[in-house]
């Protein structure tokens, strides 16, 4: 049976998601036996449709990269259109929601809000907002497993790279005592190229502005906030400890000059923006910093925007997993991969 998805939001994440399922449709159904069927989407700046036998997806993005507007979409019998976001949650027959709106980090708004919706509604949803995880994860997960919906947000820490999934189903038995990171390209890319070539931050900043590694305002980044609440995010879903963004100390990277990475370099050692959470004690101390990491530890060797990320486990010891942080593909594919699961989730309880 195929499964309906309504996407509230439509940027390049979104569109990416749509684009994965339009050109692996095929694949897809003879491989995982999964088909899905956009039937809605609402973007408060792009507009809203709504058709209950799904929308064409070659026809939504022609229409949006002609138009702008999703509402230019064909009309035909049975399409609707001019819903806002809490509407196309509740009214349409959609599975799933796909939440990928622009979001206030500070607040986690309005996704939490959609989230909440969705899940009074019956509904799952699946999502690459960090705010609401973050900020609202006890309180979510508990309406989530009341109405017994499924709340996916894999793409919330690394994107498509299985940050989440893989200790949890991988690494279950072990008591994870350390998660140790590099989640962020952007302070990354800053510091690598500092090495590498001898500029400024300011230089190594402008450069991964240009490349599109950096926003016109990188303050989320290079302050370590968004690391910040990837580090929360962690801590509740892996560890299943209760932190919140107020715990963790935070500093950033603004500060680090080129001597210090000189003299971290004669020292054998390399700067990297680190996120940390670790049990001591019985208490759980987080925080996101600078430190300088000696050349044999296996985050000093990744370079550029890559992302990685180092559990310390009772049973197996040290193990890291590295790749993608960003990307609309790999954003997108994180989606996917929460969609795939519900559905093996669904063929499981029919068992």
Same mark, same amino acid.
């Given at each position: 049976?195929?499964? !309906? ?20 449709? #095929?694949?897809? $159904? ?87 919706? &969705? ?16 900020? &609202?994860? !006890? %309180? ?56 590498? %070539? ?18 016109? =305002?990188?303050?989320? #980044? ?5 690391? +910040? ?42 700067? !990297?923006?680190?996120?940390?959470? +670790?049990?001591? =004690?019985?208490?759980?101390? &987080? ?6 990491? $000696?050349?044999? =530890? ?9 992302? &990685?990320? /180092? ?19 790999? /954003? ?10 519900? =559905?093996?989730? +669904? ?5």
């Amino acid at each position: 049976m195929a499964h !309906k998805l309504a996407f509230i939001g439509f940027g390049v994440v979104g569109q990416g998601l749509a684009e994965i399922l339009r050109d692996k449709k #095929d694949a897809l $159904k003879h491989e995982e036996g999964f088909e899905g069927v956009i039937v809605a989407i609402s973007d408060l700046m792009k507009g809203s449709i709504y058709h209950p036998n799904g929308l064409d997806i070659n026809t939504v993005l022609q229409v949006l990269k002609e138009t702008g507007s999703l509402e230019n979409y064909p009309k035909t019998p049975g399409l609707v259109t001019g819903w806002d976001s809490l509407k196309t949650i509740r009214e349409t027959n959609a599975d799933t929601i796909i939440e990928v709106s622009y979001t206030d980090v500070n607040t986690g708004q309005p996704a939490i809000n959609h989230c909440k919706t &969705a899940f009074e509604s019956g509904k799952n949803v699946v999502m690459t907002n960090k705010g609401p995880v973050a900020l &609202a994860y !006890k %309180e979510l997960s508990e309406i989530a497993n009341k109405h017994d919906v499924y709340w996916g947000f894999e793409g919330t820490v690394m994107s498509g790279t299985p940050a989440l999934r893989m200790p949890v189903v991988t690494l279950a038995g072990n008591d994870i005592t350390e998660i140790r990171g590099i989640l962020n390209g952007t302070t990354n890319y800053i510091l690598t190229k500092m090495e590498a %070539e001898g500029v400024s931050y300011e230089r190594a900043l402008n450069e991964a502005q240009e490349l599109g590694f950096a926003e016109a =305002d990188p303050t989320s #980044d290079v302050e370590g906030f968004d690391a +910040r609440y990837k580090i929360v995010i962690l801590a509740n879903y892996v560890m299943n400890v209760p932190l919140t963004v107020a715990e963790v100390s935070c500093k950033g990277i603004t500060d680090i000059t080129l001597k210090e990475i000189e003299e971290a370099k004669a020292e054998g050692k390399r700067w !990297k923006l680190l996120a940390k959470v +670790r049990k001591e =004690d019985g208490e759980v101390i &987080a925080s996101i910093a600078p430190e300088k990491v $000696k050349v044999t =530890d296996p985050l000093a060797s990744i370079n550029g925007a890559t992302n &990685a990320i /180092t559990y310390e486990c009772d049973l197996l010891g040290t193990v890291t997993l590295s790749g993608a942080g960003a990307g609309k593909v790999e /954003t997108g594919f994180s989606l996917l991969i929460d969609l795939i699961n519900i =559905d093996r989730e +669904r063929q499981l309880a029919k068992i």
